[in-house]
């Protein structure tokens, strides 16, 4: 009965796609003054102006029928309670419980789990005070002046994005460096600046068995070894974040200095637990607290608000109607402020590895596309390099434009011209510009008017192009929270729409599974077990190359 329910809403939708096909927004903004009104919708001190989507009111009440008939709400509170919706690892998923601003009881296996998160917090908070407070001293008794933190996925993006968004808020403290990538020209290139008498070093691994950042790890060992420092030292040097409290203490970290990391928080949801420590010692905790309170009152949002008036589900099932109904393959987020240059690429892990999936929570394949191709950068920078392609290309790109009002500087016009950047490009690919607008435009400018029949077809953009546009005051702690929750719970909402697990990442296993094979085939050229034949000479070009360096 249910799926009959969503599959006739999911028919209805079609249905109203036939009526939509011609409709153009500089016709809807002409015939309804109250538009944006009518289709903005406040909540945390985000804003978020979706009017320029191609949508009425019936459309919206088209797509929040969808949600309910996909039991929106009630998956919505099951991932609250802490059931296990995570069911291809039997997992609950309460990242929104490390956020949680009060002490109420979330249960897993029967066990309130906030005691726990709450331990951990004060524990973080306190290796946060000693360290900015200069107490925490390294092995020569020197306070610690550099941070280096290794980690990959979520437990390198978050921290680091949210570092790089928050700049304006970093007042003292040890500055924070991070490094994910195998290639060691990077880690490299980080330990050429620091003093291993002033650097510690954060690992954040939950297995400590993930290759690239155990490597860097023994590497960045290795450098203090070079050093002098002793095994015996290297706790004053090294923290761990992770599960594998044993492996830890092998490598030289106290178990005094592993920090936790749950099963049921997911790596690219991971910057609000002990994962956030360099967060916090970036901006201190109290902004810390701010950024958790953010998110958490986001969270309440999301529970609470009406469908038709919930920020996470306006731009999910938006998402939804460009993605599937109208074609979209790809999803733009374009900030317009510097500071958010990274989070583009903090949504893109956190969406494409998130429902970048093909078989449903049922175990049957999908008969709908998921996961659009999640891509951006900052404004201006782009409107010189791929907005052509949104305004004239062929392939239509969804865009979310996010605007921080206020500045964080006071130079002199540099904000207004942003702004009105900003609000440019998303009300040109509303309306675009016709044939003839361009070729009077042309004719007016003196042009002949041959030559301008041929020019205006160049300068002809359609429009109907749909983005939303998020403002908000200033880029806080507690607005960032905000912001990255709105964009959490969308991904969900997406997923329940498409009847995904949004939580595990079996499609990452596999390429690490063949990379530990392929690592251990380089210095074996004389097995006989051969794989794929392009590997096989890929292998065979690496050896050669490297011969002369053995």
Known sequence: ??????????????????????????????????????????????????????????????????????????????????????NT????????????????????????????????????????DQVRNEQWLGYSGKCITDVLNLGIGGSFLGPKIVTTSLKPYVQGGPKQHFVANIDGNHLHDVLTTLNPETTLVLIASKSFNTQETLTNAESTRQWFYDYGVTFDQLNRHFIAISSNVSKAVAFGISSDNVFPMWDWVGGRYSLWSAIGMPIAMAIGNDGFTELLKGAADLDTHFKEAPLEQNLPVLMGMLGVWNHNFFGCQTHALL????????????????????????????NEMVSSTTGPVIWGAEGTNGQHAFHQLLHQGTSVVPVDFIQPLVADHDMDGHQDMLVANCFAQSKTLMQGKTYQQAYDELVASGMDSVLAKVIAKHKEMPGNRPSNTLTFDRLTPYQLGTLIALYEHKVFVQGVIWNLNSFDQWGVELGKILGDDILARIDRPDNTELSDSSTELLLTQYRYANQSLT
């Open 335 to 362: 900030p317009y402020s510097h500071y958010l240059r990274g989070f583009p690429a903090y949504v893109q892990q956190m969406d494409m590895e998130s429902n970048g999936k093909s078989c449903q929570l049922n």
């Open 1 to 86: 009965m249910i799926i009959d329910s969503f599959n006739d809403n999911w028919l209805v939708l079609q249905q109203h796609l036939a009526e939509m096909k011609n409709s153009h927004l500089r016709d809807f903004f002409a015939s309804d003054s109250q538009r944006a009104e009518n289709l903005s919708v406040s909540a945390c001190g985000l804003n978020l102006d979706y009017s320029k989507n191609r949508i009425t009111l019936k459309t919206r009440s088209l797509l929040m029928r969808l949600a309910e008939s996909a039991q929106l709400e009630k998956k919505r509170d099951a991932m609250f309670a802490g059931d296990a919706i995570n």
């Open 89 to 128: 690892e039997n997992r609950s998923v309460l990242h929104t419980a490390l956020r949680q601003q009060d002490n109420k009881p979330v249960l897993v296996n029967g066990i309130d789990i906030v005691p726990q998160i709450k331990a951990v917090r004060l524990k973080v908070e306190t290796v946060v």
